[in-house]
C-alpha cells in the first residue's frame, strides 16, 4: 500500500472548515472542560533561500496561497519590516525580523507576505524562507 493510500487527505474546504452539506444537520456541542486539539500533520514542504535586495519601497515575497499552513522566515544583515499587503508593510505596521539575531518569525496564513528594509535605506538582506503546505 501507498503512503497516499494510507490517509483520507482533506481537502481545503475541510481544513477551512467549510459549510457542511445541506442534507447534515449540525450538531450543537458545548465545551465543558479543556480540549485537547492537534495540529493536522503537513505531508508537503518547501524550501528556498533568497538573496532580495530590499529598500524602502515594500517588495511582496510571498504571494497568497490557501494551501499554506504556516511559513517560517529568517533575515540576516538588516531588520526588515514584514506587512501582509504593501500599504501595512510601507507604513511599517508589521511585525520587524532583526536581521542581526537570525531568530526565525513563523506565521500561519495564506495571505500575501511583503517586505522591506526596517531602516529606510537600501540594503542587501537575505531571508531563508520554509514554507509548510497542507497536502492536496
Not at 538573496?51 to 511582496?60: C, D, G, M, P, Y
Not at 510601507?90 to 536581521?99: K, M, R
Request: hydrophobic letters at 40%.
Amino acid at each position: 500500500m501507498a503512503d497516499d493510500e494510507q490517509y483520507d487527505t482533506p481537502s481545503v474546504e475541510e481544513v477551512h472548515q467549510g459549510d457542511t452539506p445541506g442534507d447534515i444537520p449540525p450538531v450543537r456541542t458545548e465545551v465543558v472542560n479543556p480540549v485537547r486539539v492537534d495540529h493536522l500533520p503537513t505531508r508537503i514542504g518547501d524550501f528556498e533561500s533568497r538573496n532580495i535586495i530590499l529598500n524602502a519601497a515594500a517588495v511582496r515575497i510571498l504571494g497568497y496561497d490557501e494551501l499554506r499552513c504556516g511559513v517560517q522566515l529568517w533575515c540576516f544583515a538588516e531588520d526588515v519590516v514584514l506587512g501582509r499587503t504593501q500599504a501595512e508593510c510601507e507604513q511599517g505596521t508589521g511585525p520587524i525580523i532583526s536581521g542581526g539575531l537570525a531568530i526565525p518569525y513563523r506565521f500561519g496564513f495564506c495571505d500575501e507576505l511583503w517586505a522591506k528594509v526596517a531602516t529606510g535605506g537600501t540594503a542587501n538582506a537575505t531571508l531563508n524562507i520554509v514554507s509548510e503546505r497542507w497536502a492536496r
